[in-house]
């Protein structure tokens, strides 16, 4: 049976076609099994915000069969999450998936419109397995924001990943490893 996996972009000039293509791509070398992977172009991409980013991101949730994997980088990561939090999808996700993410919140990036609510880890989907995975040598997004994520969602897995940057060395092999290992199967597989 194939398993969608939906990878929501980072923000920027260019970055679906230049930048996280390169993550796209690596993760589709690397995965073993059959999976579907949807990479949707994400609608100003230099200004990510609520008004346009969420309802797109919305109507690519809601095209999504139970077992979908959600992925997201970077700004796209922390729109995703504010997103689930928010409401969950009516999709029975097998996981969530976020790399480089900001924190917006205390401890980490100031307070805007995606601020984290700080019952974050209880408002994500039940039983869902969530990942962490973020660049130790990222310059970006400080590593430290992948622990805050670890705080505000306990049952969350965090992934370090030695001499990688904010893109991560473009190198999803880890994060396919994790989705191809089968920590993925659920109740109704």
């Known amino acids: 049976m194939t398993q969608t996996i939906l990878f929501i972009q980072g923000g920027g000039e ?37 008004a346009t980013w969420g309802p797109a991101i919305r109507r690519q949730l809601a095209n999504l069969e139970n077992g979908a994997i959600v992925i997201g980088h970077s700004v796209g990561a922390t729109i995703l999450v504010h997103l689930l939090a928010k409401q969950t999808p009516q999709t029975q996700l097998g996981a969530v998936v976020l790399l480089s993410a900001p924190f917006i919140g205390p401890g980490g990036w100031p307070a805007t419109e995606f601020e984290l609510p700080k019952d974050l880890g209880a408002r994500l989907p039940k039983d869902v397995p969530i990942h962490i995975f973020h660049g130790q040598d990222d310059d970006t997004v400080p590593p430290a924001h992948a622990n805050l994520y670890g705080r505000a969602i306990p049952q969350a897995h965090v992934h370090l990943l030695p001499g990688r940057d904010h893109q991560l060395g473009n190198d999803l092999s880890e994060v396919a490893a994790v989705l191809s290992g089968g920590v993925m199967k659920t109740a109704w597989d």
């Open 14 to 50: 260019g970055t679906h076609g230049e930048w996280d293509d390169k993550l796209v791509e690596s993760l589709r070398t690397h995965l073993v099994g059959d999976f579907d992977l949807r990479y949707p172009r994400m609608p100003t991409e230099d200004d990510p915000g609520a």
